[in-house]
């Protein structure tokens, strides 16, 4: 479900089961990854993230996200963790049945 989204799309959290406390905290995504993905970026010192994951996630920023790792300001999060804050993202078959009515 990559496609709904791209970076610097505003979204929000709405499920984790590693860290439950980020469910309902808006972000913005930063970069789509794919597990063993490494992403060189600057964020409060760091340099770099490394997705060490079993799924492709996005990375995401925002000023109350806490990582798997404890690290705060940025984490990555599924895609079908997440909802989107703008845009038109009803689902296709819904969009049909509208045109129909």
Excluded: T, Y
């Excluded at 980020?22 to 490394?50: H, Q, S, T, Y």
């Excluded at 492709?56 to 940025?74: N, T």
């Excluded at 999060?77 to 009803?90: H, I, S, T, Y």
Aim: glycine share 10%.
């Amino acid at each position: 479900m990559n496609n709904q989204f791209k970076p610097g799309d505003l979204a929000l959290i709405i499920s984790s089961i590693k860290r439950p406390e980020n469910v309902g905290k808006a972000c913005e995504l930063v970069a789509f990854m794919v597990p063993g993905e490494r992403l060189l970026f600057e964020f409060d010192g760091r340099k770099a993230i490394k997705h060490i994951g079993a799924n492709p996630a996005w990375l995401v920023a925002g000023d109350d996200v806490i990582g798997s790792g404890g690290e705060v300001g940025f984490a990555l999060v599924r895609p079908d963790n997440l909802m989107p804050l703008r845009g038109d993202f009803a689902p296709e078959q819904q969009k049909a049945m509208e045109r129909i009515a």
